[in-house]
């Protein structure tokens, strides 16, 4: 925090709606509250360019989807400014371009009083710095450049905890690399490092900028996505699939790129401990492994890994 308390750059047009906010966070409990205004991106960039803050909070207009814009180009100028974004919609999609743009979180203003907006904005301090520490720290896959596996349990624990307080389900992806022995042994380590940075590039095309991917052993990937409307189990293990045949038709390839996966869920209306979530996603993505026939580089490549409901089941049966 600052040394005179925590300081907020709050970016609103109208001049009710910025009282309100400040009120609501001095309710809220946030001690030694220091709040600058900034009517606008061009503004909140001046005063991000002289002074510095611990969060920025910005009002989204509603409906203007345009103004995640400047969320992006506000993380860009100032990427150690945590930024948390209102909305006067609840819209899944919003919130997630909100989060992909570079935001800490996304709250809709007619369902946050003063302590939520509080909590929201020391999660995402806290959160920030976290993050920050990780890039600084011993936790990231020199080859790949994703988080290893301290780095991943460090960061999923805290996407857990949000997940619980947005009641939201996450989905625990479990990727495996097929073949990486007979890759190594037919066309050198070389090459079988080139097929982990393959991979790890088609996990980066395939998920979002918010969600946490890893590189947790040898030939092994994990990947924790928080989801959100229509974007289900299903819809990734669609998508990593497509990608992956886009990937194996391209006219260099000397053999065909081959996963497994597995995906089990976190529930917060059914908790479970994190290493339960990724035994479970591990299980499930050795059945997938099971059922198909080994590839041999440089022969005869085996079809592309299916991915189906069988490999996506979760850890408990929802209560609806």
Known sequence: MSANGTKILLVAKRDPEVQRLIDALTIGGLAALDVEHASGAGEALQRLGVDRFDALLL????????????????HEYAPDVPIIVLTGVDDDGLAVRALKSGAQDALVRHQTDGALLVRAIRYAIERHQLQ????????VDDLTGLYNRRGF??????HMKMADRMRKRVSHIFVDLDGLKEI?????????????IDTADLLKETFRESDI????GGDEFVVLALETAGLAQEHWAAR??????LYNQRPD??????LSMGIAYYDPDFPCPLDDLLDRADALMYEQKRTKRPSSPGGTPAAPPRFGASSTHGMAPRAD
């Open 253 to 258: 390839r000397r053999y065909r790129l081959s």
């Open 240 to 245: 990593l699939h497509e990608n992956l045949m």
């Open 213 to 216: 991917l890893a590189r947790i």
């Open 132 to 139: 920050m520490a990780l890039r600084a720290m011993a936790l």
């Open 153 to 158: 349990q460090t960061l999923a624990r805290q």
């Open 184 to 196: 190594n042994d037919s066309f050198g380590h070389r090459e079988g490092d080139l097929a982990l």
């Open 59 to 74: 009002s989204l207009p509603d409906g203007d989807a345009a103004s995640l814009e400047a969320v992006s180009r506000m």
